[in-house]
């Protein structure tokens, strides 16, 4: 089984910087596109950016030229750089992965998800 570790979220003000984490662990074979969620209070939780294995990356509208999504293959990790942070960019952030894994001593893809974590940006 693979997890997902999320950090790096906290309270910032507006125009702030803020850069969060996620580590994946356990039983993984490899990582496939890998990505950053949100979900702001009584909204449906949205895709932020995410980056294939290679490298390609895909943005929201919202967040372009604002955030930069990179990982390291090596580390299983990956990152979400955010730069003059608003406060509609308040959310619960969450980090999901494609993966290939072993399950019952067999490969086995999976889409796996983290617990999240809280960004809060003031005006």
């Known amino acids: 089984q693979v997890q997902l570790v999320e950090s790096g979220g906290g309270l910032v003000q507006a125009g702030g910087s803020l850069r969060l984490s996620c580590v994946a662990s356990?039983?993984?074979?490899?990582?496939?596109?890998m990505g950053w969620y949100r979900q702001a209070p009584g909204k449906q939780r949205e895709l932020v950016a995410d980056i294939t294995r290679s490298g390609t990356t895909n943005y929201a509208a919202s967040v372009k030229g604002r955030f930069t999504v990179s990982r390291d293959n090596a580390k299983n990790t990956v990152y979400l750089q955010m730069n003059s942070l608003e406060p509609e960019d308040t959310a619960v952030y969450y980090c999901r992965a494609g993966t290939l894994e072993w399950k019952n001593r067999k490969p086995a893809t999976g889409d796996v998800w983290g617990q999240g974590t809280q960004v809060t940006v003031s005006s």
């Open positions: 356990g039983s993984i074979i490899s990582l496939n596109t």
